[in-house]
């Protein structure tokens, strides 16, 4: 299953010519994962206080097409691509008016909020994790 959301761009996220500043990309695509974690039942104020568990990434790779441009309407798509014992690999790309604007290969792990090393993803969430996991078809 692939994980579908839209976020306007806001005047805030641009620089003076009204092009999106792109560490504000980054802003956004975190608020996104947020939400794509909440879909599958581990929302991360419970992720992250609750059950003590982040999720900091350890890779990202951006591929930046055209520049997007205030009031855009961004339509993200998120696909798990890598399920690993503390890793999780996604693939985004983001959208407008149906021109690519921007690819990442992203890379997280989940870590203990107390020890901040790798550890294992719960159950619950590595088996909603692998519901999500795009197969290749040859």
Known sequence: ???????????????????????????????VLEDFFASIGADWKSLNH????????????????????????????LKVTAVGGSSLSLDHEV?????????????????SSTTHKARAWPDDIRAALLNHLETVHA
């Open 1 to 31: 299953m692939v994980f579908h959301t839209t976020r306007p761009l806001r005047f805030g996220d641009c620089d003076p010519s009204g092009i999106a500043y792109f560490p504000s990309y980054l802003n956004i695509l975190i608020g």
């Open 95 to 111: 959208r407008a008016n149906g021109d690519l604007l921007w690819t990442a290969k992203h890379k997280l792990v989940a870590t």
């Open 50 to 77: 609750d059950r003590q568990i982040a999720t900091p990434t350890v890779r990202l790779d951006l591929t930046f097409v055209k520049p997007g441009f205030h009031a855009d309407q961004l339509d993200f798509t």
